[in-house]
């Protein structure tokens, strides 16, 4: 016990400042703070995962851990579709997945928001559309908001949350 | 003894690629004998593939690789008969071929045939996403056209039933609770207890094969960088392996000793990753916590020395895209320490953590017996006892330098599957030490790190076989006319391993599922292709 508590104080508060976005970029902790702003309470994400290579969920993950606490902004994320205000889907769309992707669509009560992430999500990267593949989630479900990137970074998804939260009014 | 004569036979050739390779094309009888020889010898069956032959010499082909003591072993076999492709199946001797062929049926229409068991005829891959009868990777088919919208509910698909008193089935998937990949498990359990387990998978199946057929040989190491996004260093230097192999082109060394940073980074990444959620499966988020803020240090670095923080773009064909910066010398030695001591740190706290140790030790059991007969593969295998690893076993370059120990540990549990990642983050970051003092000895700026590929002859197979931080990856290539690519093979190790989990997970609890199969964690995305 005393090992975890010691390194714990030697760790320390490591949420933000930080990362090393693009310049111009609004640093994640004027992020957070806009999100806060916004939202002025919790929002629940679901993430669907319609076919990615699993790049961008590396990048998904990473929003929980100490430099971007995604948690600490008061987003979390949820493990039923029923509890959720927004679902977060990368990926094309496989075809073997188009069935499970509407339904967990149909299971989020309204209204939701659709962020739809990565160039795969966006456009259907390079996988595109195919025999297996019907490309942009936006081809399956309404989507409100894309974040590109192969992967997108860490950063870069909290913005595309956050911009799909403040164009929305916030009526999640 | 005419068994001895198939694999020795005058008629093996050589085959391009990075590590040792032997191909020999067999009809079916010495296709068969091949087979039960390699059996005796103990091989480890890696992949098997096949491909549509029409517009050059017609038929078909199917093509198996084996890792030796030797190395590579490629079989290849004609099939003549076009109405109705078919070759002896592999499985009844490597089960871990079964899925594989059932996969290799959907996509081409060529069966595998037992010789007293009819293999198993359901679909791998296709649910119900194309028609029946419909192969998408024979030529004759049109290749990317955006196919007519879902005809239907999703595929029934016979599941194994279990009968008894007090059995019942909970089925989960493919979307799943966390931010992890879909799949279906269906599991027929007595109270808490799983008395089975059935998975299906091909979910993320995105047709990789047929698009590479769209692709130039210049173009391929992008898409396999995509194939299975936490082993993009692995697939994309596999087919870099592959298609440098057949141009016999000479990448500068320095481009060599940057590839094995980068997948020792990669493998790192991986490794600490996973101690996290393994931590935070077993209840102890305190871990996640840690290793994941040590995860994100090494991905920031991993901005600096190559650009980006996974490295999707960087291997090419011929080299890498960057070079190493100056400035990032002294930052990465400085990592390399800082995790050093780090994970030390943390792998005492995990030892000496009894709530933790008890849901890692004995559970998901996969003993050494099992895991060798069933053909386990990778860092898997090394849990349970089975030393094999390319670095040590057939070490390409760089590794043929670099002396790396193999990492072996007999639990077969969670807790050695554990063991094994703490004890290769240590292997690795040595290696990137070693490294990293070979790149600055000749650190010339100006020192070339991509070399010029010439235009690889056509109908010419090549093998990339990697060790990623799963396993070994394999990318078989065949090239086309005019810099095209003729048909390429991706093979990723979490082919082998999925069977597995459902014989560790046997007697287990059902709430223990989750910490047994992320101490496996293997690919959906890689083994859907
Ligand atoms: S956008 Fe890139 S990282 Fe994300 S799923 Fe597509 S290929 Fe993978």
Redesign the interface.
């Known amino acids: 016990m005393f ?2 508590l010691s ?2 104080i030697h ?1 320390g508060i ?1 949420t933000e400042p ?3 976005v693009a310049v111009g970029a609004p640093s994640t902790e004027a992020l957070q703070r806009s999100l806060w702003k916004v939202l002025g309470r919790a929002l629940c994400i679901r ?16 929003l ?4 971007y606490n995604i948690e600490g902004t008061g987003i979390k ?1 949820v ?2 579709p029923r509890h959720a205000d927004l679902l977060l889907v990368t ?2 769309v ?7 992707l509407r339904r ?1 669509y149909d299971a989020i009560p309204d209204p939701k928001l659709v962020v739809a992430v990565g160039d795969c999500g966006a456009c259907g ?11 942009s989630i936006a081809n399956v479900i309404p989507v409100n908001h894309t974040v590109t990137g ?2 997108p ?1 860490p950063a870069a998804l909290l913005a595309g949350i956050l911009q799909a939260i403040a164009a929305s009014g916030a009526e999640v | 003894m005419p068994m001895a004569s198939t694999l020795h036979g005058s008629l093996a050739n050589k085959l391009p690629s990075n590590v040792s390779c032997t191909h020999l094309d067999l009809g079916a009888v010495d296709w068969q004998s091949a087979l039960t020889e390699l059996k005796a010898m103990g091989a480890t069956f890696l992949t098997v593939w096949g491909a549509d032959n029409c517009g050059r010499d017609n038929g078909y082909s199917i093509h198996a690789a084996f890792l030796t003591s030797a190395g590579v072993e490629v079989l290849s076999h004609r099939i003549e008969n076009v109405a109705n492709p078919s070759y002896p199946s592999i499985a009844p001797l490597f089960p871990a071929a079964s899925r594989m062929e059932r996969a290799t049926r959907d996509l081409l229409g060529i069966a595998s045939t037992g010789p007293d068991r009819q293999p198993d005829q359901r679909g791998w ?1 296709r ?1 119900n ?2 028609p029946a009868n419909t192969y ?1 990777l024979r030529h004759n ?1 049109p ?5 007519a919208p ?1 005809p239907g ?2 595929n029934p698909y016979p599941f194994v039933q279990v009968e008894g008193d007090g059995v019942h089935e909970i089925a989960v998937g ?2 799943h ?6 799949g279906h498990f269906r599991f027929s359990v007595v109270g808490e207890k799983v008395i089975r387990l059935e998975e299906r998978l ?7 094969a ?2 590479f057929e769209t692709l130039s040989q210049k173009q391929g190491h ?2 396999a960088a ?5 082993s ?1 260093v692995a697939f994309s230097w596999a087919y870099c392996a592959a298609i440098e192999a057949i141009t016999a082109a000479t990448v500068p060394p320095r481009a060599v000793y940057l590839r094995a940073l980068a997948l020792e980074h990669e493998r790192l990444a991986n490794h600490l ?1 996973d101690l996290g959620a393994l931590g935070n499966d077993a209840g102890f988020s ?1 871990g ?3 290793f ?2 040590l ?2 240090d090494l ?2 670095a991993n ?2 020395a190559f650009g980006e ?2 490295l ?1 773009n960087y291997i090419l064909p011929g080299g890498v895209a960057l070079n190493l910066p100056q400035s990032v010398y002294a930052h990465l030695v400085h990592l390399y320490r800082a995790l050093d001591y780090e994970v030390a ?2 792998q ?2 995990y030892d ?1 953590h009894g709530g933790l140790q008890d849901r890692f030790r004995e559970t998901g059991l996969l003993s050494h017996g099992l895991a060798l007969s069933l053909g386990a593969i990778g860092l898997v295998a090394r849990a349970s006892g089975i030393g094999r690893d390319l670095r040590v076993d057939h070490p390409w370059a760089p590794y043929d330098k670099m002396a790396t120990q193999m990492v072996l540990e007999t639990g077969g549990d969670v807790a050695a599957r554990v063991l094994v990642r703490f004890r290769e983050i240590y292997e690795s970051l040595r290696l990137c030490r070693a490294l990293l003092a070979d790149l600055s000895h000749n650190s010339i700026e100006a020192t070339p790190v991509a070399c010029d590929l010439a235009v690889a002859e056509p109908n010419r197979l090549g093998i990339g076989l990697i060790e990623g931080w799963r396993g070994p990856v394999m990318i078989a290539l065949e090239t086309g006319a005019d810099g095209a690519v003729r048909r390429c093979h991706s093979h990723d190790p979490s082919w082998q391993n999925w069977p597995l989990i459902e014989h560790a997970i046997i007697d287990n609890i059902v709430p223990d599922f989750p910490l047994i199969n992320k101490s496996f964690n293997l ?4 083994q ?1 292709g």
């Not at chain 1, 990267?125 to 490309?135: P, R």
């Not at chain 2, 609770?177 to 879909?182: D, L, R």
């Not at chain 2, 690919?523 to 890689?526: A, D, K, L, P, T």
């Open positions: 090992t975890i390194r714990m760790t490591l930080l990362p090393t993430h669907v995962d319609a076919g990615s290579c699993n790049g961008c969920e590396l990048e998904i993950q990473a929980n851990n100490p430099y994320f493990a039923s990926g094309p496989s075809v073997n997945m188009e069935g499970a967990t990267g390079i996988f595109g559309q195919s025999y297996a593949s019907w490309g192969c992967p970074t | 891959y649910h996403g194309w998408p088919n290749h990317l056209e955006p196919r879902n509910p999703d493919p979307v609770a966390g931010t992890i990949e879909p091909g979910y993320t199946h995105k047709g990789v047929k698009l992008r898409l995509r194939l299975s996004g936490d993009a990753g305190f996640l916590t840690q994941s803020r995860k994100e991905l920031r901005l600096e923080r996974y999707f740190g943390m005492s706290i000496e690919s959906y995305s890689g859907d």
